[in-house]
């Protein structure tokens, strides 16, 4: 089971987040928490991303409009990976010719950059 964190969870799990930056990550969308029956409550997940933000935004000092960019780029490089391994997934249960034409496909178009 999913773990999931109250606001105030969240604010004590999180060192350097206090309710004014997590308010405005919320108003920014730059994080969603879940909807439940009991109100909104975040995931491990939403909780390693504020980290990462409050890190971003104190550390390097970017504004919200960067730090919803940094987030779009992570969740794209998240999604691009988990379709990659699904490819390679898939090629697994095809024929080793198909593998291996596969392969030098990929090393041709790597070398072509």
Known sequence: MTERFSEDEALAAVARLDRRRLHSYLEARIVTPVQTEGGQVFRRIDLVRMELLCELEEDFGLNEDALA?????????????????????????????????????????????
């Open 69 to 113: 960019m940094v987030i779009s780029l992570i969740d794209q490089l998240h999604e691009a990976r988990g379709d990659l391994n699904c490819v390679l997934e898939a090629l697994q249960d095809e024929p080793r010719e198909l593998q291996a034409k596969v392969g030098a496909a990929l090393s041709r178009l790597r070398a072509e950059r």
